[in-house]
């Protein structure tokens, strides 16, 4: 691969304040009775994403879904599609992040869905929120957890 190539495979694409970072290939086993992205697999890429996503940015490997709010799906995809997860943090709150989620499918180029808000909330050793202490987006890894 040419470097040209390579920068070009490495950008982050923005759209509406959102940062691609994930893509998925749909596989057999991610579809549905009617030959389409299974719903349930691509929440669960979503919750994952999301939670790496809160991770970085609040620093803390401690971290659990509180809140996925109304999903809106728009379009579909198809096996041997692929697809673009992207996130955007909207709201930081004393022990949560709130973040928007939007999905594209990179073959068609429609979107999937589009999730207002997910929360996440920063937990302690007890489960109890804890506050993080954070109330912007970084875009460097510095926040990432140490163990």
């Given amino acids: 691969m040419n470097d040209s190539a390579m920068t070009s495979a490495n ?9 691609f970072y994930t ?7 991610d579809l549905n009775a009617n030959g389409s992205l299974f719903g349930g697999s691509l929440l669960k890429w979503i919750d994952e994403e999301a939670a790496i ?7 803390s490997h401690s971290v659990v ?3 996925i709010s109304e999903i809106n799906f728009v379009a579909s995809a198809r096996q041997g599609d692929l697809i673009e997860m992207g996130l955007v943090a909207t709201r930081f709150g004393n022990t949560s992040l709130t973040m928007r989620a939007q999905v594209r ?3 068609t180029r429609k979107s999937i869905l589009s999730i207002d808000r997910i929360v996440f909330v920063s937990v302690g050793e007890a489960g109890q929120p804890d506050p993080h202490g954070y109330s912007s987006i970084t875009y460097e890894r510095d926040r990432m957890p140490v163990v």
């Fill in 105 to 107: 499918n990179m073959i």
């Fill in 65 to 67: 879904t509180k809140l």
């Fill in 53 to 59: 996503y809160a991770i970085i940015q609040l620093g």
């Fill in 11 to 19: 950008t982050t694409h923005r759209v509406d304040g959102m940062n």
């Fill in 23 to 29: 893509r998925k290939w749909v596989r057999p086993e």
